[in-house]
């Protein structure tokens, strides 16, 4: 069989990517996989995830924009203003390259195939080198002699195909091509982590042959939202949950083996460099596993407001001063894998008993507190659990939660299993939601795969002061893309394109005209803004065309929500906070 070229895979991908029908997709592709051996299999479909390495690969290729657009400058010879406008307008680099590239930049030479791609990932990955880097991607690049096939090198590598084929299209593509039911395919990629090796399996017809691993990241079972205890109660049916405290925090599952630990979060990144000090504690525990949680972080028994966390985040160096001042823990709520031993099928009330025998301590309660902030710092705390059942009891449940400035309840189902990645009615979660805000936009931002071409991030503010006073001006506190509907997205970008000011790069500062009403979790002191406050989960929840931009909230308004009881990010006794001079065009 001979091998794969990337030219192939650029044409089954582009051909998935140009109908919206997740069946032609999966047809497509399902087409294109069954005609591969089993290596350019493997390549195929970790390449169509949009991945460099298997999943459970913990190498990185360490290339960014800045390479990648200079070694393409000096193959195309383009001016590079011409070439960032044709970059921005594209909506990525590599469609945008794919529309300019030479058609005869390769004479006489053997076409660029998936394992050659495959050879040049791993010598960019062995390398840290800059120029060494520059030159494995140069030699690459100009052996694309199409631009599809350069358009996907850059796709890969971004880790960004914008094909529209999440995980599920591929999986339904590898149960097509090689005959295998759908739930084998997905129960097998819960057990060895690579869907790329599970195709190699299901065209071998060894499925069965898989057994679980750990040190691949696996979907997080969710809570469906209920808006009341009594909306709860009902769900509940007078069945008996577990009520537990909803933690304000970073989920995150933690694998383990001997000395080996990797902590990972909901997007599947690892951030153990983040948390040395939750890979001590978490080191000195016996035996493997597999913990679901949250670091959260944690001083003298109570949990601290989530911008503690955030000072650790995205940092090279973390300061013995930063992990004094910001102490995090890992609090666990499930386990799924013990010593050998896969858990998740079996009930909550179980996995509950295991995970008993492994931690230390359950999360203070009130009533509990002093003695354990009186003993020492436990290896791994657990979340406490009660029963309950009526209106009044999660009603109870959710007040101490709140009372203990945790975001609410999450409610579970004793017999439930763990479901990786579902939403469903075993677990249910109650959190209480700050007043919305009035806000005007100052800027609209292009999005990113299908909304790549639209204005459908936006950066909004409120004034600093009553609007008909001298120097009263607006400032940013946030940014928000999710809440407005694809037409609406459309009738903004429409909009916004006539009222900006100029752009700057994927970025129009806008007039402000539009008022948006804006829900959030919680709001957090920042310096990033010049309004000094910052939303967590911002959400668009209308837009608000019945008011002018001077009617959008002012400053004070956003000071008293941030100091009332149910903002459990503000300190125990916030200070009052004065706001930096304000600029219009801020944190653009």
Wanted: charged letters at 25%; glycine letters at 6%; a neutral charge.
């Amino acid at each position: 069989m001979p091998s794969a070229t990337l030219l192939q895979f650029a044409q089954a991908n582009d051909a998935a990517a140009a109908t919206t029908k997740k069946l032609q997709k999966q047809a497509i592709l399902s087409e294109y996989l069954r005609s591969l051996g089993e290596t350019d299999l493997r390549l195929a479909v970790r390449y169509a995830a949009g991945r460099a390495f298997a999943s459970t690969d913990e190498r990185v290729l360490n290339v960014g924009g800045a390479l990648v657009s200079d070694v393409v400058l000096s193959i195309l010879k383009l001016d590079p203003h011409a070439y960032h406008d044709l970059v921005v307008k594209s909506g990525e680099i590599g469609d945008g390259i794919a529309k300019v590239w030479p058609a005869k930049l390769v004479v006489e030479r053997e076409r660029l195939r998936l394992q050659d791609l495959a050879r040049a990932f791993d010598d960019l990955a062995a390398t840290g080198a800059w120029e060494n880097k520059r030159a494995i991607l140069y030699e690459l690049m100009v052996r694309c002699a199409d631009g599809r096939e350069a358009a996907y090198v850059t796709k890969i590598i971004f880790g960004d195909l914008r094909t529209g084929v999440q995980e599920g299209v591929l999986q339904a593509a590898v149960a097509i091509a090689f005959g295998r039911p759908l739930p084998e395919i997905q129960r097998c990629q819960l057990l060895v982590g690579d869907l790329d090796e599970v195709a190699v399996l299901a065209k071998d017809d060894a499925l069965a042959a898989a057994s679980f691993r750990l040190f691949h990241p696996i979907q997080f079972m969710l809570a469906t939202p209920q808006e009341t205890a009594d909306d709860a109660a009902e769900t509940l049916s007078g069945r008996a949950f577990y009520a537990e405290d909803k933690l304000d925090g970073i989920r995150a599952q933690v694998h383990k083996s001997a000395q080996r630990i990797a902590i990972c979060t909901r997007t599947m990144d690892r951030t153990d460099a983040s948390f040395p000090d939750v890979v001590e504690a978490l080191s000195k525990l016996p035996g493997d596993f597999l913990l679901d949680g949250e670091i959260v972080p944690y001083r003298d028994g109570c949990v601290l407001p989530f911008a503690h966390i955030q000072k650790r985040l995205g940092r090279k160096t973390l300061t013995s001063k930063i992990l004094r001042e910001n102490p995090a823990v890992f609090i666990a709520f499930d386990i799924l894998f013990k010593d050998g031993e896969l858990l998740m099928d079996y009930p909550l009330r179980r996995r509950r008993a295991a995970l008993s025998e492994l931690c230390a301590t359950e999360l203070c309660t009130d009533e509990a507190r002093a003695a354990a902030c009186a003993s020492a710092t436990p290896g791994l705390l657990c979340t406490s659990i009660s029963e309950v059942i009526t209106a009044e009891e999660i009603r109870q449940c959710f007040e101490a939660a709140r009372n203990r400035r945790n975001e609410g309840v999450v409610l579970k189902d004793p017999e439930s299993i763990y479901s990786p990645g579902r939403r469903g009615k075993m677990w249910l979660k109650i959190k209480t939601h700050l007043p919305t805000m009035d806000c005007v936009v100052t800027a609209a931002e292009y999005g990113h795969g299908k909304r790549r071409s639209v204005l459908s991030d936006y950066t909004f503010a409120v004034w600093d002061r009553d609007p008909a006073l001298p120097d009263a001006a607006l400032v940013n506190i946030g940014k928000a893309y999710s809440g407005v509907t694809d037409e609406e997205i459309a009738q903004l970008t429409e909009l916004f394109l006539k009222l900006s000011r100029g752009q700057y790069g994927r970025v129009h500062a806008v007039e402000p005209k539009v008022v948006l009403e804006i829900a959030c979790d919680q709001i957090q002191t920042s310096a990033r803004h010049a309004s000094g406050y910052a939303l967590r989960f911002p959400r668009i929840k209308r837009i608000r065309w019945d008011k002018r931009p001077e009617d959008a909230d002012r400053l004070e308004r956003i000071i008293e929500i941030y100091s009332s009881l149910p903002n459990f990010a503000r300190p125990a006794n916030p200070p009052a906070v004065e706001a930096p001079e304000a600029t219009l065009f801020d944190s653009l």
